[in-house]
């Protein structure tokens, strides 16, 4: 059974590099003030979400275990 | 809105304080004509951001398409060597649009995450150590020429796997590349020879890589060249790309931030206290304070109309990061170093779509300078009165 993620974008940090939309289009989408949303965390595997994390040059995405709050990225 | 402000961005005084130049712009004239040299001034942080986020109204294909010469001026016989430049530079990954970009960008991302760049600290930190010890024997440095120049050359050569014995010549490439940020009349012969010298260089190095890749920056770009995302010529310039752009904004950023805590004694004590915990801080604040790269330019995709300028498709736009992050809508205090909590910054590489691959790691290795920089300079330091310092000059790019 697939994990179910908690995936946060800190709008303070992103500067709307958008690796994240390319790697993971259904998850993240740029807003209106063009900066990253987790639009939502089902939308991929967990292996792609954390790669998306992981491409992130600012590191501004936060993912975890939804059920547990372990923090599995960074 | 008119302004008094001069154009003329490149006299020595504008060199040598951008700073009072673009700051009365952004009060006076944001979105300002520069009639001199046909181009878009843009200083606002707010408007920096804007810009740097709508990439598909500022195109990055500059070299290909500004059918503009070259500016600063250029000696008339080098106008073929400019056009040669036009392609070299027109070719590099960051010189296109999306969706051709973003291609080329995925086959490199990954050797440039915080993750990545993270697995490169015992090696910065041990190239640093090197550079610090030989200078703490001799009893002073320069810190250009000591520290801040030749490290970058270290790590990138060991990251594009060159052999150790070529490195002094790689080095010699990297001092001609940078040439393309430089004002002299005559600077197109050097650049070029640079520019010829590393496609000589690195295309064997492809060949051997594509067969049997490494886990080095050349093997990756052969890696696409394979899958036919990158052609050879893109390959090399890349690489070339990857050499300057890590060289040129890495010495800014060692010697203007170096300056800023000369400037700064008291900053300067407040960093000694607590290296290992404010390199971070450090870091960002210098980046801020005198940004390794002052300026970027677009050419507008289409018309359209900033402050009720309107500007229109193929006009030179070209935003100043060193001035957004200086804007006092945005930063208290702006033009001094400070610690500054957890104040929004402009990222002070690029922002937007394009930021610069490299940021994490040149920020990465910046860091690792500065928590060293403290204790093994110590009693180098305490012989640098004021009048011994060799400061470098700001970056007038």
């Known amino acids: ?74 | 809105m008119v302004t008094a402000v001069h154009d003329d961005m490149f006299t020595p005084n504008v060199i040598a304080d951008p700073y009072g130049y673009y700051g009365r712009l952004r009060d006076e004239d944001p979105v300002h004509w520069n009639d001199n040299y046909a181009l878009w001034v843009i200083t606002r942080h707010d408007d920096v951001t804007w810009l740097t986020r709508h990439h598909e109204l500022f195109s990055s294909a500059v070299f290909k398409n500004d059918p503009r010469p070259a500016y600063p001026d250029i000696d008339e016989s080098d106008l073929g060597l400019y056009e040669y430049v036009r392609h070299y530079q027109g070719d590099q990954f960051i010189q296109h649009d999306r969706p051709v970009h973003l291609d080329m960008r995925r086959i490199m991302h990954g050797y440039f995450t915080p993750k990545a760049m993270e697995s490169w600290r015992p090696f910065v930190v041990s190239a640093v150590k090197e550079l610090l010890d030989a200078a703490e024997e001799k009893g002073s440095m320069d810190v250009m020429r000591d520290l801040a120049t030749p490290l970058p050359v270290l790590v990138i050569a060991q990251m594009m796997g060159v052999p150790a014995q070529d490195r002094p010549y790689v080095r010699e490439l990297a001092e001609k590349l940078l040439y393309i940020g430089r004002g002299e009349y005559d600077r197109m012969p050097i650049l070029t020879d640079g520019m010829k010298g590393m496609l000589e260089y690195v295309s064997p190095l492809v060949d051997e890589r594509i067969v049997k890749p490494g886990d080095d920056f050349i093997s990756v770009l052969a890696g696409g060249e394979k899958k036919g995302v990158f052609t050879r010529h893109q390959v090399l310039v890349n690489t070339s790309l990857l050499l300057l752009a890590g060289h040129e904004t890495t010495i800014n950023l060692l010697c203007n931030g170096t300056l800023a805590f000369m400037q700064h004694r008291d900053q300067w004590e407040l960093f000694k206290e607590d290296p290992a915990g404010r390199a971070k801080w450090a870091t960002e604040e210098c980046l801020r304070y005198d940004a390794p790269v002052k300026s970027i330019q677009r050419l507008a995709s289409q018309d359209l109309e900033m402050r009720d300028k309107v500007m229109h498709k193929e006009d030179r736009i070209r935003w100043f990061i060193s001035s957004a992050n200086r804007d006092p809508n945005v930063f208290a205090d702006p033009d001094r170093l400070t610690s500054r909590g957890s104040q929004t910054r402009t990222s002070p590489l690029a922002t937007g779509f394009t930021i610069a691959s490299g940021r994490p790691w040149r920020a990465s290795r910046a860091r690792k300078c500065s928590r060293l920089w403290p204790s093994a300079s110590r009693d180098c330091r305490s012989r640098l009165k004021s009048s011994n310092i060799n400061p470098a000059s700001p970056s007038g790019r």
């Open chain 1, 1 to 74: 059974m697939a994990r179910k993620l908690r995936v946060r974008v800190d709008h303070a940090t992103c500067v709307g590099n958008a690796m994240c939309e390319a790697i993971a289009p259904k998850v993240f989408r740029l807003n209106e003030n063009r900066q990253s949303e987790a639009v939502d965390p089902d939308g991929d595997t967990v292996e792609k979400i954390l790669e998306a994390a992981e491409s992130c040059p600012v590191s501004a995405i936060f993912v975890e275990d939804a059920e547990t709050g372990e923090q599995l990225f960074p």
